[in-house]
Structure formats: structure tokens, C-alpha cells
């Protein structure tokens, strides 16, 4: 398309050492990349340095940063404590391969702000938090079955990999086996009704959810869905897990649970948890993570949960994520990234206004999403959620988006790929014009172009 070649061109120009870093890329990392959401055509940015909201690539452009570190930087890039935190401990040692003081403070802030949380198992990432609470769930009921929802995500593993945004049949992506497979029920959120009727089978051992909404709520869900989950769960002996990677410490210090008022038995934690380095963990009931004890089922035989990894509760990761809390715990930095979301959202939707374009900015807490509503349907914003499908949301142009994500960084934005992005506590109302504006200029570069 002769447009997106304008756009591209432009683009190419800006981000010359980027366009050679990609193309060395190519030759050593599949796709040029190391994560699937890094992708951009006609080429990713390379950065060099961040702070605060915003980072620079190696071209010297610099970007208000929107991706903020998948969501785990609620305080920003280089939040000064943090770094001081970390530079100690990195100085002591970044991994003795035994117990040290930092992983009991840190579980111990954890369960300061998550009452739910009475025991703590850390883990690296995410991923491998939902595959341990997924095992703990099976172990601990004694039944085969995890029901997810469509379009909620909890990582790559091969539990979770499929049902997210194709498979919706619940047949595996590649190299996931197909009995495997059968062990995940993909469940809608458009009907408590039917999760009800689907747990009386009491075959399934947990139900996990993103508790704010599939993909960081670009498929909303209402809070009334989550209470009547926790008493269908409760009422069939199913356990509870609310996924909190991304929302956890971040919707509130104590995550959406606090919010929301609801007890899971299981939550599962990344991100934010670690203020930026690598690190997850599981936490929940002491009788469900008892399994991990090393003298579970010494008086009557029954075996423990296994868990290892090389990297749990790294010394770097846990004096990171302690100072974080910490800070989370005693400021209004959740807030503060509530509220800037919420002025982003506003702007962009009198943009969108203003600009005759269709397209609705969204969200809830801290995270903005852009449905560029291709059936170009009327809709206040009040009534966005029940008059969007998921099909809807999911079924954008993606030529459209992907164009959009390059106007924005050629105007200094980088959001995510979704479209959307993760505000954080230091996003400035500064911030937030700038990023306007530059929405402004690149709804303007596509339409000059025939795009919009
Ligand atoms: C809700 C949710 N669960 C799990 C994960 C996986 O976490 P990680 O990328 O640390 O493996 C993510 C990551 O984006 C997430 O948002």
C-alpha cells in the first residue's frame, strides 16, 4: 500500500540504527524479536535508556512510554529508591543458591497488603505463577479440570496458550498436546449462568480469571460477575484463582481483591510484585500451598507438590520488589496512575470527537484501550460495555492499528499492540497533552494519507 509506504518512509528515516539493529536481529533471534507483543512492521524501536514516563532509543528520539515495562513499572523507569535498593543488594550478591533475608521481607510485604495471601511461593515470572497455581489446584481437589475465560490471559504455558485470541474451540496451538488440551475448559464471561451449571459436574479444580477483565480489561467485565464466580465456586468446592499479574499492587496495594472485596483462594502475581526485575509468585490459602511443604503428607503418605526454580526469589528481584511495595503501600501511586489513565482516556475520546473519527479510548484503573470500532456503531462511552462484542473488540483492522502504533512513534508515543497501554504513577498532565497532541498529528498523517 503506497500510504503505509509514506508512513513507513518516514518512519525509516527517524529510526535509521534501528533499522540496522533489526536487520543483525533477524539473523540471530527468530522474528527479530523475544517476545510475540514486540512486533512491529515495518520494524521495532531500539531503546537505550528510559526514566520517569519516558525512554529514548538509540537514534535519540525520545517516546512517552506507554508499555511500561509490560505493565510492571507502576513507578516508572529508574524510580530512585528502587535503584538504590537494588544497587545495594547487587553489590552483597545476585544469587547465593540458598534462603536469604530479602525473600522473608518481601513475602511478608506481600502478605502485609494482600490479606489473602497467607502463604507465598515465589516463582520467576508470571507464566510459571498460573502453571504452579494450576498444579495446586489439580492436587488439592483431586480433579482433572481449569476453567478459563475466552480472551483472559495468564501467560504462555501450555495450560493457558490457547482460548486467548484464536482457538476459541479449545484446540491446541502448535506443540501443545491435544489431551492436554482437554484438561482446560474455555469458559464465557457473558454468562454466570452457564459457568454455574458447568461447575455442578464438580470435575473442575479451579477457575482462574483476569478479575478486571480479559487482557488487562480490553474485554470489560462487571464486578457482579466476580462476586457471583467466588459463591459458584465457593458453593462447588472449586477454588477460586484471580490472576493479578498485571492489576495486582496496581488497581489498588492490595490489587482488584481489595477492590472488589473478594477473597480468592488462589492469587496469582508478577510485575509490579518485583518492581521490574524477574519474579511471580503464588499465594493464597496456607492449606492449598501447604502442598509445597516438605512435610506435607508425612503422616499419611500422600505426596507433595514439586516446585523448583533456579531464579525464585532472586536477592535483585526481591530487594526491588520490597522497596516497591513499600513505596506502593504508603503513597498513592495507584491513584495517581488511576487518575492519569483516566485523564488520557478523556482526551482521547474529545479527539476522537473533534477528529469525526468512530474510535472510543476505554478502560478502567490505570489502562487505556482504543477500540477503532470498524462497524463505526454510536456509542457513549457509558454504554461502550454492553453494546461491544468481544468479536467486535477483538475483529480491528489490524493494517489500521499497526500504522496507527507507527504515526504515534513517529510523534514520540509507544503504545501497545492491543491498542492501548499501562499508565504509570509518574505520567505528568504534561504527559498526557503531549501524547493528545500527538494522537491529533497521527489521526491527521493517516487520514492525509487515505488511512482513516
Ligand atoms: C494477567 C496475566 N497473567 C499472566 C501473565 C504472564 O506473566 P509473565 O509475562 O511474567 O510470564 C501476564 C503477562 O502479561 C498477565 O498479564
Given at each position: ?125 508470571g ?38 485470541s484464536s ?18 475448559v ?35 467485565l ?8 467466588r ?67 508425612k503422616?499419611?503418605?500422600r ?20 522497596r516497591?511495595?513499600?513505596?506502593i ?29 468512530p ?31 468481544p ?29 492501548g ?13 503531549e501524547?493528545a ?7 491527521k ?8
Open positions: 500500500m503506497e500510504s503505509s509506504n509514506k508512513i513507513f518512509d518516514t518512519y525509516r528515516q527517524k529510526t535509521q540504527r534501528s533499522v540496522d539493529l533489526f536487520k543483525a536481529a533477524g539473523n540471530v533471534l527468530p522474528g527479530g524479536i523475544a517476545h510475540d507483543s514486540r512486533y512491529i512492521q515495518p520494524h521495532p524501536v531500539y531503546i537505550d535508556h528510559a526514566a520517569g514516563s519516558r525512554k529514548w532509543d538509540v537514534d535519540g528520539n525520545e517516546y512517552i512510554d506507554y508499555f511500561g515495562g509490560h505493565g510492571a513499572l507502576l513507578l516508572g523507569h529508574n524510580h530512585a529508591d528502587v535503584t538504590a535498593a537494588v544497587t545495594e543488594q547487587l553489590q552483597k550478591g545476585t544469587h547465593f543458591g540458598t534462603c536469604h533475608e530479602p525473600e522473608v521481607l518481601w513475602a511478608r510485604q506481600v502478605q502485609k497488603m494482600l490479606p489473602s495471601a497467607e502463604l507465598v511461593r515465589f516463582t520467576s515470572s507464566t510459571e505463577a498460573t502453571m504452579l497455581a494450576f498444579r495446586l489446584a489439580r492436587a488439592f481437589t483431586d480433579r482433572p479440570k481449569i476453567l478459563r475465560f475466552k480472551g483472559h490471559f495468564h501467560g504462555w504455558q501450555d495450560h493457558a496458550a490457547f482460548g486467548v482457538h476459541f474451540d479449545g484446540t491446541p496451538t502448535p506443540g501443545i498436546l491435544p489431551e492436554l488440551s482437554r484438561g482446560i474455555l469458559g464465557s464471561t457473558e454468562s454466570i449462568q452457564e459457568v454455574r451449571k458447568r461447575l455442578q459436574d464438580r470435575d473442575i479444580a479451579a477457575v482462574i480469571l483476569e478479575p478486571t477483565g480479559g487482557g488487562w480489561g480490553r474485554f470489560p462487571s464486578d457482579q460477575f466476580v462476586r457471583d464466580l459463591i459458584a465456586t465457593s458453593e462447588t468446592d472449586t477454588l477460586l484463582i484471580m490472576d493479578e499479574v498485571i492489576c495486582g499492587f496496581r488497581c489498588s496495594p492490595g490489587g482488584a481483591q481489595a477492590d472488589l472485596g473478594i477473597t480468592p483462594d488462589i492469587t496469582t502475581l508478577a510485575k509490579v510484585l518485583a518492581g521490574g526485575f524477574p519474579g511471580g509468585a503464588v499465594t493464597g490459602r496456607r492449606d492449598v500451598l501447604g502442598l509445597l511443604d516438605m512435610d506435607y503428607g503422616d499419611d503418605g505426596e507433595k507438590v514439586p516446585h523448583q526454580g533456579t531464579y525464585n526469589a532472586n536477592p535483585v528481584s526481591a530487594a526491588a520488589g520490597l516497591t511495595l513499600q513505596i503501600e504508603k503513597s498513592d501511586a495507584c491513584e495517581q496512575a488511576s487518575a492519569g489513565a483516566a485523564r488520557l482516556r478523556a482526551s482521547l475520546n474529545e479527539i476522537f470527537r473533534e477528529e469525526n473519527i474510535w472510543v479510548a476505554y478502560g478502567t484503573y490505570s489502562g487505556f484501550h482504543i477500540c477503532t470500532n470498524p462497524e463505526g456503531i454510536d456509542i457513549p462511552l457509558s454504554e461502550f460495555n454492553a453494546r461491544m462484542s468479536e467486535q473488540i477483538r475483529n480491528q483492522d489490524s493494517v489500521l492499528i499497526g500504522l496507527l502504533r507507527v504515526a504515534l512513534l513517529i510523534h514520540g508515543i509507544d503504545i501497545a499492540k492491543w491498542p497501554g499501562i499508565v504509570s504513577a509518574v505520567h505528568s498532565s504534561q504527559d498526557t497533552d501524547t497532541n500527538a494522537f491529533r498529528q497521527s489521526v498523517m493517516l487520514r492525509d494519507n487515505g488511512i482513516v
